[in-house]
């Protein structure tokens, strides 16, 4: 298991290139991107999301990349003939529609800097792209290492945190079996108080008190808890990006402890549903961190 929070760094001297990547992580609901890069490296930017997508599977990225090109290759200065060849017809025919005096000259062409480019040399991709994804392998390799630690961290705690809550639902599930002699006891003195001598009818307040503790049980959701905290231990045992899960089993955890909160009757229950609320929001808030 892994957390999205981390930090890679990689420093490459190779082929008269000097890289520099420093690569973070935060989270996030998905994979998201922030590229620090250089201006002459901006058409190279599907090539460093998909590389940091081989590596990381979500989580909010931002990686800064400096770099010094020591190569020997040179700029050259290449004209584009098909557009020149087009300028130059079209001087001719504007000087023989006007009657132009003077012949054509190389200035006439030189104010028009789309006639000319610059061309390296050794092309830009092809030369550097190695040394920076050799860096860049390497700082992603540094950032998962960290993710990892963090991710094994989280899983200890988180672990602590489970078997906290399976013990609260255990005590919520033995109070909630007095639930029934506690209804008989209260509605017994209710009428007793109402009917003041008068003879109370056994069978009705039976009924009464079955009909009440069928409302108020319980049982369903402390088994539907439990279940969910077998799935939410099983998922803490997966490798790979689990945080979507888990965050959904919180959900449902969260459900069944509202449910048992609005059905129980007994102030005991009501005290562990609120320690069970205040836990599910602690681990809520550290499966936020988990990839």
């Known amino acids: 298991m892994n957390s999205m929070t981390g930090f890679g760094k990689a420093d490459l001297r190779k082929d008269k290139l000097a890289v520099s990547v420093a690569i973070t992580s935060v989270n996030s609901r998905f994979l998201e991107f922030t590229l620090r890069l250089p201006k002459q490296m901006a058409f190279m930017e599907s090539k460093f999301k998909e590389l940091i997508a081989s590596q990381i599977n979500r989580g909010k990225i931002t990686l800064t990349l400096n770099y010094e090109d020591y190569g020997t290759g040179v700029d050259k200065l290449v004209i584009n003939e098909k557009v020149a060849d087009e300028f130059y017809r079209q001087l001719k025919n504007l000087k023989k529609k006007y009657k132009l005096e003077g012949a054509i000259e190389i200035g006439h062409f030189m104010g028009f800097p789309e006639l000319f480019k610059l061309e390296k040399a050794n092309e830009l991709e092809k030369r550097i792209w190695p040394t920076i994804k050799q860096a860049m392998t390497t700082a992603l390799k540094d950032l998962s290492a960290m993710r990892k630690r963090e991710g094994e961290n989280l899983k200890k705690d988180l672990t602590a945190r489970v078997e906290y809550l399976s013990s609260k639902i255990n005590e919520v599930d033995k109070q909630a079996a007095n639930n029934i002699p506690t209804y008989r006891e209260k509605l017994t003195k209710r009428i007793a108080d109402v009917m003041g001598n008068k003879t109370i009818d056994g069978l009705r307040l039976e009924e009464e008190v079955t009909y ?76 936020q961190n988990i990839e």
């Open 212 to 287: 009440l503790a069928e409302r108020s049980d319980i049982t369903e959701e402390c088994i539907r808890f439990k279940s969910h905290l077998k799935q939410f231990r099983g998922d803490l045992k997966k490798r790979g990006s689990v945080g979507k899960r888990l965050n959904f089993i919180l959900q449902e955890l969260n459900r069944e402890t509202n449910t048992i909160g609005a059905k129980a009757g007994n102030n005991e229950v009501s005290k562990l549903v609120l320690l069970l609320k205040e836990e599910i929001e602690k681990i809520r808030e550290q499966v």
